[in-house]
């Protein structure tokens, strides 16, 4: 019972040790997090300096503010470095590496030098794509299609490449040490059905990483030896055929998705299970539906290629398929809507960033299907319908996640408590500016204006100066948190244990934890959500 | 500027019935949105934290999720079944069609008609009148989209994709590139025009010098050397092609294949791939020999041998069906 002490005073994990060397080879969990975080923030506002780039000179329908070949490296360079270096480590590396060892009541991951290992490789792949960046570029948007990529860019596809390889492998790393945790160092008492529903998502995301995440690597391999080699395997001038490479590549890159938005559907679990203090409706559905979805992620790539000349009868069965992964996504909005029935409910930062998901990923979801549908996917594809969609899902979904979980557990990482009321403007701020930034853009898909275009007819403009606007409003709301939450590590209110009054073992150790989580392994003789235990309502603040 | 456009121009026979599909998507999916916004926000505001009053824990229900899973599944059903149906039209090229080939470069769309016309980044169409167009790359993947027409089709090289349309509205209509192809990509876009029969007709009167393209097509034949093997008899080394388009092909190894264009365009470049049942593999290849232009007029040329007249090649002018008059 440390009630007089200090919580600086108490030997926590970020104080147990110092200096740079004690983070640089750690092999904490937690200090991973950490390093993970400030990393992917970095490369977060990278990417964002390069999507206002693309704003910027789709302002005007000529192309004036820089050359094609600029803006063909810089829609690239956004997409490589959101998709890969933000987007699919970002939940996964952050928030589950801090808390997928905590939730299962363990000191640490099954591997905690793989996971400082995956760390580095993560920093090599993102070192060598922002040298790429820096010495000329690369040209083939994020997809590296061939045979362009193979034969006809004059960019540096072999480095890049390399960069998504390597950083692969922090994925499998990553998903490996979260399968081993997850199935053997669970804490006595805590079975399957009572497993925290971020914990079921972390899961469900590890198996694509493990299946998924080795045939793009290889893929990417084969893009650089036809580079390098000339080895005929997907330009059919020398005999290779550019689809195989289609279907390798969405083979990954559909789960991929699943890979984003699966983790962030996890802390929507919790998010709205604390705010409403209730057991989430319908937990067997809303877990089985994480697993039902990477299974069935794994049967739709094609629809990626409704129009790219593969046959009539696949592009049948894919669009069929692709239906069916859309009732997992709609079980969970549901139950998460059903949760709040009977709660009692209130609205600090992180439920509204879950009300924030929940609005835009029900738009990206939706949207989704009318991509599903053939005849109406013909049209839509490779416009900015498409971009919109998957923003909608990408930044909507994942980054609202993201955010909201950020600020749930920000007391638990740091002991420090962010401000609440910026917390609330910024993420009002960035619900607003998301939708001014890409609303417009689904009116301009099915108006028929190609993506990747850096300049277009004029009657496209107005709805674009739009989408411009919204960024920038968006940006403001992006670049709030980060000014208050560093100001927080210092200026915040010290944290209690357990801030929300919240269930679930994270809150039942010190804020900060110590370095080994638990001054004893959590004995679980409670059903998850146990917010019947938790009566007493926690002080307005 | 001025007012903000929501809804593109409807000129093709696909036109109105997509445009139908996504009326219908947008509406399901706005019930939707409104349902799920209003539950969210009723339930959060009668449901939000008030002194003395306590959550009800609730395990869930068994019903309300079986019936949340299913009843989407009806509407997925609908939205399939119907985007399927346009899909399969939208592949299904009829019969009686004028062909056009089109040839996609960095960064631009060269188009030949049979007359013997060709353009560049623009194609001009007859009002009413089905149009097939026959398309490959000499580079990089492409993609043929006329927004006006709700329809589009990825060219690639090495091989041709097909893709068809009635124009139903004259005018003049944007053809964008849709693929991402490199440097100019926003810049390889065109335009389509369509004409009412006889402007068209005239259009093409005044058009060009060139031979049409299975003229063409016959003189490459020749000169290349075809015409000693692939005779209209049975005494040549290679198979009797009169006729041969369209039917099925038995070949040496127990398969057949379908003589579509791009069986005839394999057949020409890569010749041992798929060689008929009867005959030795001892065609040379004419790839690298041949540029993609001429290889369209030898499939139009091909295409044009008629199985009636045997050792009479039947190299109307133009292709079997009259121009613009086909509606």
């Not at chain 1, 820089?66 to 699919?88: C, E």
């Not at chain 1, 529903?197 to 045939?215: E, H």
């Not at chain 1, 604390?274 to 089985?288: E, N, P, Q, T």
């Not at chain 1, 670049?479 to 244990?497: C, H, I, T």
Request: hydrophobic fraction near 50%.
């Amino acid at each position: 019972m440390a009630t007089a002490a200090l919580p600086q005073e108490r030997k926590n994990y970020l104080n147990a040790e110092h200096g740079l060397r004690s983070w640089l080879l750690t092999t904490d969990h937690k200090r991973i997090a950490v390093l993970y975080m400030i990393s992917i923030t970095v490369f977060f506002f990278v990417g964002a300096l390069y999507a206002l780039l693309i704003r910027l000179e789709l302002l005007t329908p000529a192309g004036d503010l820089m050359q094609a070949d600029s803006y063909n490296r810089v829609f690239t360079a956004h997409g490589v470095v959101m998709v890969f270096f933000f987007l699919i480590p970002v939940v996964p590396a952050v928030l589950g590496n801090f808390l997928v060892p905590i939730m299962v009541g363990a000191k640490d991951l099954a591997f905690p030098r793989i996971n400082l290992l995956s760390w580095y490789l993560y920093m090599i792949g993102g070192l060598l794509v922002i040298h790429v960046v820096l010495t000329g570029g690369i040209d083939t948007g994020w997809t590296f299609y061939p045979p362009f990529s193979t034969q006809f860019s004059n960019s540096r596809v072999i480095e890049a490449g390399l960069a998504a390889f390597i950083a692969g492998f922090s994925s499998i790393f990553t998903g490996l040490n979260f399968i081993v945790t997850i199935h053997r160092m669970r804490a006595p008492g805590l079975t399957w059905t009572r497993l925290p529903l971020f914990i079921w998502a972390q899961y469900a995301t590890s198996v694509i990483m493990i299946l998924g995440t080795p045939v793009v690597a290889i893929t990417l391999v084969l893009v650089i030896l036809e580079r390098a080699l000339h080895l005929g395997i997907f330009d059919p001038k020398l005999g290779g055929d550019p689809l195989l490479f289609q279907h390798l590549f969405w083979f990954y890159s559909h789960p991929a998705v699943y890979i984003m938005i699966l983790p962030s559907m996890g802390v929507i679990s919790e998010l709205i299970s604390a705010f409403s203090r209730k057991r989430i409706f319908g937990y067997k559905f809303v877990a089985l539906s994480s697993i039902a979805i990477a299974v069935i992620g794994f049967l739709v790539w094609a629809h990626h290629m409704f129009v790219a000349g593969m046959s009539v009868y696949a592009a049948l069965i894919f669009s069929f398929l692709t239906f069916f992964v859309g009732v997992p996504s709609a079980i969970k909005v549901f139950n998460w809507t059903a949760t709040m029935y009977k709660g009692s409910i209130t609205f600090e930062t992180p439920m509204l960033y879950a009300f924030g998901f929940l609005g835009l990923f029900t738009i990206g979801g939706l949207t989704g299907l009318f991509l599903a549908t053939l005849g109406v996917d013909v049209h839509v594809t490779d416009t900015y319908f498409v971009v919109a969609h998957f923003h909608y899902v990408m930044v909507g979904g994942v980054v609202m996640g993201y955010l909201g979980g950020i600020h749930f557990w920000w007391p638990k990482i740091t002991g420090r408590m962010y401000p609440e009321f910026w917390g609330k403007v910024a993420a009002l701020v960035g619900f607003i500016g998301f939708n001014l930034t890409f609303f417009p853009q689904f009116i301009l898909g099915y108006l028929g204006m190609p993506r990747r275009y850096y300049q277009y007819p004029p009657e496209f403009q107005v709805l674009n100066i739009l989408s411009t606007a919204g960024a920038t409003i968006l940006g403001v709301g992006y670049l709030m948190p980060l000014v208050y939450l560093l100001w927080s590590l210092r200026y915040g209110e010290v944290a209690s244990d357990n801030p929300w009054n919240a269930a679930g073992l994270e809150w039942k150790t010190t804020s900060p934890p110590p370095t080994f989580n638990f001054d004893e392994t959590p004995v679980v003789d409670f059903e998850v959500y146990n917010y019947e235990d938790l009566k007493e309502i926690p002080v307005e603040r | 500027m001025g007012s903000i456009p929501i809804w593109p121009q409807q000129a093709s026979n696909f036109a109105p019935g997509t445009d139908a599909l996504y009326l219908f998507l947008v509406v399901v999916s706005l019930v939707m949105t409104v349902l799920i916004y209003t539950a969210i926000i009723v339930l959060a505001s009668k449901y939000r934290r008030k002194p003395g009053v306590h959550p009800v824990q609730i395990e869930g229900s068994h019903v309300l999720e079986i019936t949340w899973s299913v009843l989407p599944m009806f509407f997925f059903f609908a939205f399939f079944a119907w985007g399927a149906w346009i899909y399969f039209k939208e592949r299904t090229p009829p019969q009686h069609a004028n062909e056009i080939y089109v040839v996609a470069k960095q960064w631009m769309w060269k188009i030949q008609h049979p007359e013997g016309v060709r353009e560049i980044n623009e194609l001009h169409v007859p009002l009413g009148a089905n149009v097939k167009l026959i398309m490959t790359s000499q580079d990089v993947i492409h993609s043929f989209f006329i927004p006006a027409f709700r329809i589009k089709q990825d060219v690639l090289p090495g091989r041709y994709t097909i893709m068809w349309f009635r124009a139903t509205e004259p005018g003049t209509y944007h053809l964008f590139c849709a693929e991402y192809c490199g440097t100019l990509h926003s810049g390889m876009i065109g335009s389509i025009i369509v004409q009412h029969p006889a402007e068209y007709q005239t259009w093409l009167n005044g058009g060009s010098s060139n031979a049409p393209l299975a003229q063409t097509g016959e003189k490459l034949f020749a000169e290349l050397g075809c015409v000693s093997c692939h005779r209209a008899d049975a005494t040549g080394r290679g198979p009797i092609l009169n006729g041969v388009f369209g039917k099925q092909v038995a070949l040496e190894d127990g398969r057949t294949v379908l003589a579509d264009e791009n069986y005839i365009r394999e057949s020409i470049l890569d010749p041992g791939a798929k060689v008929v049942v009867g005959y030795k593999p001892v065609m040379p290849t004419f790839q690298g020999l041949i540029t993609e232009e001429q290889l369209s007029a030898l499939v139009a040329y091909v295409k044009t041998l008629s199985p009636s007249r045997p050792g009479q090649p039947a190299v109307a002018p133009g292709t079997s069906a009259p121009r613009g008059k086909n509606e």
